[in-house]
């Protein structure tokens, strides 16, 4: 067969680089970054190869399967859809609509099949018990963008074309390539920027980021929003607020600056770690820039303090006039708009049965997964459905989780690999992959630091046996609501030339078939200003102190008022931390991004490693509340003391796992560590950044 050229956008994280791949006898034969595609410009990292890996890997799943106790069999599909659809009904039937519990992962946002599919089966089975990655992730982000803008997806992000002077919180956009911020080719943006000014990054860690920017402070795990508030009281206490063309389509400002009167710096230097001295400097720089963009994200979000964080993230932008503004944080103007007036969200509509967490935007906090599976009652958890999700690595205290799984009366997974979780599945509908489908990526184009469009056929026809997702949620959904269900549309690439079509740049002639017909991508220009008249509030002003933000702040007034917080069990804290071939704990089963050393490592300050009598590479038990587990150190001072670092989405060594590159390189779970009930408060999201344990030698 002839050689042939195919292009896509990578969706295996957010930065979406566009590729170029040479296609040989239907085998893939070399993938390199697109030149041509205005968004990344040619930019791409290690992880684009496991596109490769992914397709050709044996151990994924192309048709369905079933457990028994001779282990998994092969089943047709209409057998299991059948054997699903009964199995979910009966449990609703015997227990009431509660009793089934959804998980979503985030591998379901970077396809839009189950972008624009999965709500429909979500919605036919009519649970309140549907959980996700968002809660594990970036739920304060949406809660804060809700009550500040009126909308939970109006996110703003950081003009980095633009901008002279950028200072980053809990973020490693130079691995990550932005989070919430779609920056391909970060590092070159971030060169740009140091030559028009400076980049300061706030971290316990001196990241991979923090090593090429022009400052570093380390941080104790928790403290931004303290931090954070201090900045925002020195822009009151030198006069220095300016909310300039924004100033009219305000509210609420005398009650900001009423709330960080007692946010000094001096009050909160031996907190955070960061002298009051540093914080004064580094608030006079950012006002002192012409353009200046203050960027909060991973560590930042997945705290104790998280909504508190995001809402000054923003209140730094928006005090110093650098919000809607060139080179500030902007909102895009996406091609297909999914920040639609009708789709704002919605909040506190109900409870969790156990501990009474709020409902948020149609979910509960994966906190209280576990609980809600083993506590006993009206409303318990009985049946379980993931998609593209293993929160037995991704959620806290996975080993009770994975305790929580195996009690189930029934569970079904969406999924292309048998995992850590879907392993206690009965039975697992695997979807097609990557290569095998076209794609239009919905979410991360509207968070992009550039408005671009882009569509990706599929590289390679599914075979007969095999079924895309959204056809997998549109049969289920029809079965479940007895035949009385019709779509959107058949395909999700109707609903992607129809929004096309009805979108900003449908009047210039944009549409699915231009994007087709230009496979690169088409640029549509810099990020705009657009307020006020983009606001989703009902009296189109922004507030500026949410009342549940300024209640919540009392919380933190406590560990300021409590300074000696050290839990002298567990003195040490627990971060998390990213790595450039690693973002998921399904992308450890291609063997190109798990070779070379050993990734998966305790990360720990030679202070503390002299402290405990730890040596270079020597195993180390790391105790928590909830668990312990065995891991080699790894000392360097490139981590704050008092604090020690480990990489997520590892911990393949469980039995029952059908992955076997990743099992050849198992490491182990942070999340086997983290506790289930130390989350932001106000919002619900797990607190990963800050996790109390002690370290003892093996």
Known sequence: MPTRTHYRACNLCEAICGLVIEVENERV??????????????????????????????????????????????????EAYSEVVARLQQVQNNYGRSAIGIYLGNPNIHNYGSALYLPDFIRSIKTPNTFSATSADQLPHHLVAYWMFGHYFFLPVADLDHTDFMLILGANPLVSNGSLMTAPGFGKKMRAIQQRGKVIVIDPRYSETAAKADEHHFIKPGTDALLLLAMVHTLFAKQWVDLGHLSPHSKNLPLVEEAVKGFTPSAVASLTGISAADIERITHEFVQAEKAVCYGRMGVSTQEFGALCLWLVNLMNLLTGNFDQRGGAMFTSPAMDTVLPNRK????????????????????????????????????????????????LSTPNGQSLEEALSQLEFMVSVDIYINETTKHANIILPPTSGLETSNYDVSFQTLAVRNTAKFSEACFEKTPEQCHDYEIFQELARRLRHGDYQPLAEKPEQIVDFALQMGAYGKTGLSLQMLKDQPSGVDLGPLQSMLPERLFTEDQKIDLAPEALLIDLERIAQKLANEDTRNEDFPLLLIGRRQLRSNNSWMHNSKRLVKGGERCTLLLHPEDAQKYGINEGQMVAVNSPVGTIQIKAEIKDEIMPGVVSIPHGWGHARTGVKMTVAQAHPGVSINDLTLPNFVDQLSGNAAFSGVPVRIEKS
């Not at 390199?32 to 410009?41: E, I, M, V, W």
């Not at 409902?359 to 958890?381: D, H, K, N, S, W």
């Not at 049946?383 to 929160?391: H, Q, R």
Request: with cysteine; charged share 30%; aromatic share 8%.
């Open 29 to 78: 034969t070399s993938i390199r970054g697109d030149k041509d595609d205005p968004l990344s410009q040619g930019h791409i990292c290690p992880k684009a190869v496991a596109l490769q890996d992914l397709y050709e890997d044996p151990d994924r799943l192309r048709q369905p399967v079933r457990r028994t106790v001779d282990g998994w069999e092969q089943i047709s599909w209409e």
């Open 345 to 392: 969200g919605n909040i506190d509509r109900w409870r969790s049965r156990v501990s009474g967490y709020p409902e948020r935007f149609g979910e509960l906090p994966v906190a209280a997964m576990i609980e809600e599976m083993t506590t006993p009652g009206e409303g318990q958890i009985k049946a379980f459905v993931t998609s593209a999700g293993n929160p037995v």
